[in-house]
């Protein structure tokens, strides 16, 4: 089978790097990918976000399953397109990817289901928003209903500071049309856990847990990024999470979407708080973490091309894959100045003999190969190395170990991906 994977991040280079181990996949391409995905396969000249290239590639190239990483084309129905055009896919239609998309259909989906989320008020006026934070205690969230970059979640100290963020996104367009609606909510206190579950109609199967570090710098200082590194299995998933995340997220979900018309196949990311009070859904992502995904998809025995297809035939629930029992640990190299403005064009050197170290993983993000072969960076996140593991700490130490053999100019990367989650988000406000 040919296949064509979306997108050009680390997230895609893991998935098209996994689906290559698959003996039934003869061919991949990666549109537009990276100099990564170019090892594992061909490289297509079009964007993310040109759907009507893709269905165009897609049909004369006789691809047999497109896969898509980003969330935009998602949210813009490029599962629909290929639907229509008779061309198979993984990924949610455009209403099931609502779920991602827009924070208050998701919120009203969990309010009908009682899905535990934190307490909170959809608006389209600002007044209305401002006298709904003074009801509640500080911090506040203040969430851009639409998809904003992952920038469009602003923990406010204090009623100015949300009135501010309310002002910017709602008066001042600061995200467009994605900030003229916003949820208002309540903060919550606790570790996030990130949880992959492959969802097609009324079934599901859970992936490997995983933990993101979402904010710039050690110590969770800084301001979000889309994630700077990862662990799985998650530190901080026990049975008992298990159990509520079923009982409680997805066996309602997936009710409720079918109530309301709405099939969804594809990859259901759910990113949770565990609180004191148990766990709550801070959103709902329809497509793999990044770099969750790097760290996800390297314990995975099981041919990913099989779950893929099972997912899209409804009978993923039956299937079971097999994990890899070690610990992997997932740091990433972004460019100076990420998630800011950066710089890009500059050389990377050691990767080979970085790749070269046993059971450890280069996935490139923001790459480029130029004509002379030379590797250059090509966006904020660069790379994501993985290393596996018997424990999070030899995991930890073989990850920073091939951190060590690669520079850039300007390369900076926390220090501190899989520390115990111990350290309640908190200590970052
Ligand atoms: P979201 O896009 O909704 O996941 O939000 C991005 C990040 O903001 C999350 O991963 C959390 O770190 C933080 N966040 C979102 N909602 C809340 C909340 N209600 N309380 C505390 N932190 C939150
Ligand atoms: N790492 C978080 C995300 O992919 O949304």
Same mark, same amino acid.
């Given at each position: 089978?040919?296949?064509?994977?979306?997108?050009?991040?680390?997230?895609?280079?893991?998935?098209?790097?996994?689906?290559?181990?698959?003996?039934?996949?003869?061919?991949?391409?990666?549109?537009?990918?990276?100099?990564?995905?170019?090892?594992?396969? *061909?490289?297509?000249?079009?964007?993310?976000?040109?759907?009507?290239?893709?269905?165009?590639?897609?049909? $004369?190239?006789?691809?047999?399953?497109?896969? #898509?990483?980003?969330?935009?084309?998602?949210?813009?129905?490029? #599962? $629909?397109?290929?639907?229509?055009?008779?061309?198979?896919?993984?990924?949610?239609?455009?209403?099931?990817?609502?779920?991602?998309?827009?924070?208050?259909?998701?919120?009203?989906?969990?309010? +009908?289901?009682?899905?535990?989320?934190?307490?909170?008020?959809?608006?389209?006026?600002?007044?209305?928003?401002?006298?709904?934070? &003074?009801?509640?205690?500080?911090?506040?969230?203040? +969430?851009?209903?639409?998809? @904003?970059?992952?920038?469009?979640?602003?923990?406010?100290? $204090?009623?100015?500071?949300?009135?501010?963020?309310?002002?910017?996104?709602?008066?001042?367009?600061?995200?467009?049309?994605?900030?003229?609606?916003?949820?208002? *909510?309540?903060?919550?206190?606790?570790?996030?856990?990130?949880?992959?579950?492959?969802?097609?109609?009324?079934?599901?199967?859970?992936?490997?847990?995983?933990?993101?570090?979402?904010?710039?710098?050690?110590?969770?200082?800084?301001?979000?990024?889309?994630?700077?590194?990862?662990?799985?299995?998650?530190?901080?998933?026990?049975? *008992? /999470?298990? @159990?509520?995340?079923?009982?409680?997220?997805?066996?309602?979900?997936?009710?409720?979407?079918?109530?309301?018309?709405?099939?969804?196949?594809?990859?259901?990311?759910?990113?949770?708080?565990?609180?004191?009070?148990?766990?709550?859904?801070?959103?709902?992502?329809?497509?793999?973490?990044?770099?969750?995904?790097?760290?996800?998809?390297?314990?995975?025995?099981?041919?990913?091309?099989?779950?893929?297809? /099972?997912?899209?035939?409804?009978?993923?629930?039956?299937?079971?894959? &097999?994990?890899?029992?070690?610990?992997?640990?997932? #740091? #990433?190299?972004?460019?100076?100045?990420?998630?800011?403005?950066?710089?890009?064009?500059?050389?990377?050197?050691?990767?080979?003999?970085?790749?070269?170290?046993?059971?450890?993983?280069?996935?490139?993000?923001?790459?480029?190969?130029?004509?002379?072969?030379?590797?250059?960076?090509?966006?904020?996140?660069?790379?994501?190395?993985?290393?596996?593991?018997?424990?999070?700490? *030899?995991?930890?130490?073989?990850?920073?170990?091939?951190?060590?053999?690669?520079?850039?100019?300007?390369?900076?990367?926390?220090? $501190?991906?899989?520390?115990?989650?111990?350290?309640?988000?908190?200590?970052?406000?």
């Amino acid at each position: 089978m040919k296949i064509l994977v979306v997108g050009s991040g680390g997230r895609e280079h893991a998935l098209a790097w996994k689906l290559s181990q698959s003996p039934r996949v003869e061919r991949i391409f990666c549109a537009p990918g990276n100099a990564g995905t170019e090892q594992v396969g *061909e490289n297509v000249p079009l964007a993310a976000d040109d759907l009507p290239g893709l269905v165009r590639f897609a049909r $004369d190239k006789q691809i047999g399953l497109t896969v #898509v990483g980003p969330d935009d084309p998602l949210a813009n129905g490029i #599962v $629909d397109l290929f639907d229509a055009a008779g061309l198979r896919v993984f990924g949610p239609t455009k209403a099931a990817a609502q779920l991602e998309s827009s924070k208050i259909f998701a919120k009203e989906l969990m309010r +009908k289901c009682r899905i535990p989320t934190a307490m909170a008020g959809s608006f389209e006026r600002s007044d209305r928003a401002l006298a709904f934070c &003074e009801r509640l205690p500080s911090p506040i969230v203040i +969430k851009a209903d639409g998809l @904003a970059l992952g920038k469009g979640v602003v923990v406010a100290h $204090d009623c100015d500071e949300a009135a501010t963020a309310i002002d910017a996104m709602m008066n001042q367009a600061q995200f467009g049309e994605a900030g003229r609606r916003i949820v208002v *909510e309540e903060f919550l206190r606790g570790t996030e856990c990130s949880v992959h579950a492959l969802v097609g109609g009324t079934g599901y199967r859970m992936l490997a847990t995983a933990r993101d570090h979402k904010r710039a710098y050690d110590g969770d200082k800084g301001p979000n990024t889309g994630g700077m590194g990862a662990i799985s299995p998650a530190d901080n998933w026990t049975a *008992e /999470a298990q @159990a509520a995340f079923d009982r409680d997220v997805m066996k309602p979900l997936v009710r409720g979407l079918m109530r309301s018309g709405i099939a969804f196949s594809g990859l259901l990311f759910p990113g949770l708080m565990m609180t004191a009070e148990g766990l709550r859904v801070l959103e709902f992502n329809c497509r793999f973490g990044d770099p969750e995904t790097q760290a996800i998809l390297p314990r995975l025995k099981s041919d990913l091309l099989d779950l893929l297809e /099972a997912t899209r035939n409804g009978t993923v629930q039956d299937a079971v894959p &097999e994990w890899d029992e070690r610990v992997a640990v997932t #740091v #990433v190299l972004a460019s100076g100045g990420y998630p800011g403005a950066y710089k890009t064009g500059i050389p990377i050197a050691g990767l080979d003999e970085c790749a070269a170290l046993p059971d450890v993983q280069v996935f490139h993000a923001g790459t480029r190969r130029e004509k002379d072969g030379t590797v250059v960076t090509a966006g904020g996140r660069v790379l994501a190395i993985t290393a596996l593991g018997t424990s999070a700490t *030899e995991a930890r130490q073989r990850a920073y170990e091939a951190v060590s053999r690669v520079s850039f100019e300007g390369c900076h990367y926390r220090r $501190d991906i899989a520390l115990p989650a111990d350290a309640t988000n908190v200590a970052a406000q």
